[in-house]
């Protein structure tokens, strides 16, 4: 059991400023394999990715995650990280002063890895997804555009060399390149490295990019179906409502008071 | 100059001492300054070692390629050396008494003192210092002047004239140090930049956990010229620096960039009094700070602009970072404009490492007390990005690097 490669989420339950978003959330995502999560707005998506990760806003309740074996909410949010897991945000914070090269060389350093191989893994993998080597010793991810910065989320996750990705709405804010070439690099990483991979997502455009193995549509905190890829062509075709029926509409209480949504502006997609 | 001098002694007693209730002095710790536990330098002192203090690691060698270099302690001059190059353009660098025309341009900068401590500056410094550039003359490296103060129960006096002349450009480097003493050291510059002349000027404030300092300085800046003042305020236990600059020409312009890093029971407190007095004219302030443990700063700015001063721009923005429940810090940016003609702006912020910034730099594996200090080392990258040599950026970035591995050390204890 304790060999076991999985990212397992089982039960979890969290709650934001005290309601309930997730209510229940059953998962599995072995290395290799990408596993796409889709819902409405609202219906829980971000709350899961920034919970999985240990965002302090967020309160679990009840239900576990292990990572390869190991218990994921036994781990401050760095640990996790170091223990193999990654979270491609929405929307990247800009961190004047600091540098990618000073945040990976630290990461490197707490994780036991050779600090100094850390510019030319940067280098290498700022050639595999087009970034322009200038851009690797800006400040993280100030004055870069939608697309740059989610580049640079891709670079990270090849640099730091994660085992479960976590991709929070990627596809949002970015032009058809990007999403090409940041998909494609995900795809490579899944079959080179066996890099699982959990793409939450509200539209079924990331899917025609990023193959999923499985499918799951989350509403009202739970997931309500799950598939193969025919259910993104079911879900386009008739939408939330049509394969959801009234769970595809939210519970007003959980449409508010989510501390990630502040700030973040409107979804270019919406 | 002795007369000057004796003047001011027969006028002390006239002088009021500074009171915590007064604007410019709000928020300070002045009401426990007990000056009687001082003593004025009456004599040269011998035998201190100052080497240490100019730098010796190959990054923070402030003397290498010096156009001169000044060491003083307690206020008195122990050494100056000017190189050649410097010599043979007619920069003089020396005390005022040995310069020609030296005692009368001493207080054509400042010709009254604004407080208890410009008097007694002007009653007690023993030899003010003079840099004096030539007009059209480019001095390639700084004037480094080390300010130390060694001495146990020593009121020092340090005093220093620039001038830098028509069309001139200089950078002139102050460093302060001192001894593990109990001393009051209360540094006045007087400087004029004049038409379309470039003065640097920076202070490096690292005195001991025991000494007080009460700073001023007065820059008149002349007619399409500017000055670049940096600070970075470190040390000490209360530690004042006043500024007034004054924008005296068309189109002179006025940048000030300071970084200061308070931790244990210290105080750091700035003033600045910036007056646009000429149409065109440009200033730009940016103060960012960190207070940890109970320490506390001070940012009190005043941008005034002059009727006549149309087409300002003046910019003021003050940065704190609270590191912890205890420390704290008071902003207080003031504009008082007098005419419709101008863009101003001033912001200022108290708060603690940003929660976003820090889930983000963790959620990449990085622990969070080396994620605080990539964010503060971020904050204060642009201010020493601003220092006027690189050697004084690293400088800075090693005493504040010093101050987090302290911050790092304490919060590891806690945990």
């Known amino acids: 059991m304790q060999d076991e490669r999985v990212l397992k989420i089982e039960g979890l339950r969290a709650s934001v400023a005290g309601s309930e978003i997730l209510k229940g959330i059953n998962l599995e995502i072995r290395p290799g394999e990408v596993h796409a999560v889709m819902g409405p707005n609202g219906s829980g998506k971000s709350t899961l990715s920034h919970v999985l990760m240990g965002h302090p806003g967020y309160e679990v309740t009840g239900g576990s995650v292990t990572l390869d074996g190991v218990d994921l909410f036994g781990l401050a949010p760095w640990e996790r990280a170091q223990a193999g897991l990654f979270l491609c945000l929405q929307h990247p914070t800009e961190v004047p002063g600091v540098s990618l090269e000073a945040l990976l060389t630290e990461a490197a350093r707490a994780g036991g890895r050779d600090p100094d191989a850390v510019r030319q893994a940067l280098v290498t993998e700022a050639g595999r997804l087009g970034i322009d080597e200038r851009l690797l010793d800006r400040s993280l991810n100030v004055d870069l555009s939608g697309g740059e910065k989610k580049r640079n989320e891709a670079l990270q996750l090849g640099v730091l060399g994660a085992r479960y990705a976590v991709l929070d709405e990627i596809d949002s804010g970015l032009d058809v390149d990007a999403l090409a070439t940041v998909s494609r690099r995900i795809q490579e990483a899944t079959e080179e490295d066996g890099l699982g991979v959990l793409a939450i997502t509200h539209f079924a455009r990331l899917l025609e990019v990023l193959e999923p193995d499985r499918i799951h549509v989350l509403s009202r905190g739970s997931i309500q179906v799950t598939g193969g890829p025919e259910l993104a062509e079911q879900l386009e075709a008739e939408g939330y409502v049509g394969v959801l029926g009234d769970a595809a509409t939210e519970e007003p209480e959980t449409l508010v008071g989510l501390p990630h949504a502040a700030g973040f502006g409107e979804d270019p997609f919406a | 100059m002795r007369a000057r001098r004796a003047a001011a002694v027969a006028g002390l007693g006239d002088v009021a001492h500074p009171d915590a209730g007064e604007e410019v002095w709000r928020y300070s710790r002045i009401d426990e300054l007990d000056l009687e536990s001082y003593l004025p330098s009456s004599q040269r002192p011998t035998g201190a070692s100052l080497g240490a203090s100019l730098g010796d690691s190959p990054g923070d060698s402030l003397g290498a390629g010096a156009a001169a270099t000044v060491v003083l302690c307690d206020g008195w001059i122990q050494s100056v050396q000017v190189s050649e190059a410097a010599t043979e353009a007619g920069v003089l660098v020396g005390t005022v008494a040995d310069l020609e025309g030296g005692p009368e341009i001493l207080g054509a900068v400042l010709e009254a003192p604004v407080d208890l401590f410009g008097h007694l500056n002007r009653a007690f410094c023993p030899e003010p210092l003079a840099v004096l550039v030539p007009d059209g003359i480019r001095l390639d490296g700084p004037v480094v002047i080390v300010s130390h103060v060694a001495t146990e129960g020593v009121a020092a006096f340090p005093r220093l004239l620039v001038r830098c002349g028509i069309d001139a450009e200089a950078t002139v480097v102050e460093v302060q140090t001192s001894d593990d003493v109990g001393a009051m050291v209360t540094p006045v510059l007087e400087a004029i930049v004049g038409r379309a002349g470039r003065l640097r000027h920076a202070v490096l404030q690292e005195l001991g956990q025991r000494v007080w300092q009460m700073a001023h300085q007065e820059v008149h800046v002349g007619q399409e010229a500017s000055v670049e003042l940096f600070h970075a305020g470190l040390g000490g236990d209360y530690a004042r620096t006043r500024t007034d600059c004054r924008l005296l020409g068309r189109g002179a312009g006025c940048h000030i960039t300071a970084a200061y890093f308070g931790d244990g029971s210290q105080a750091l407190d700035y003033r600045t009094f ?142």
């Open chain 2, 274 to 415: 910036l007056d646009h007095a000429a149409p065109d004219t440009v200033s730009e302030l940016l103060f960012k700070g960190a207070v940890d443990d109970a320490s506390r700063s001070v940012y009190s700015g005043l941008i005034r602009v002059r009727p006549e001063a149309v087409r300002t721009r003046a910019n003021q923005t003050n940065r704190n970072i609270k590191l912890s429940p205890d420390a704290w810090a008071e902003s207080v940016p003031n504009l008082e404009i007098e005419t419709d003609d101008v863009m101003c702006s001033h912001a200022s912020t108290v708060s603690p490492v940003d929660a976003d910034q820090r889930f983000y730099l963790e959620s990449r594996g990085v622990p969070t007390d080396v994620a605080e200090r990539l964010l503060l080392e971020g904050f204060f990258a642009e201010v020493v990005e601003a220092a006027p040599v690189p050697a004084v950026g690293n400088r800075l970035h090693s005493g504040l690097r010093a101050k987090l591995d302290q911050h790092e050390a304490v919060g590891s204890d806690a945990a």
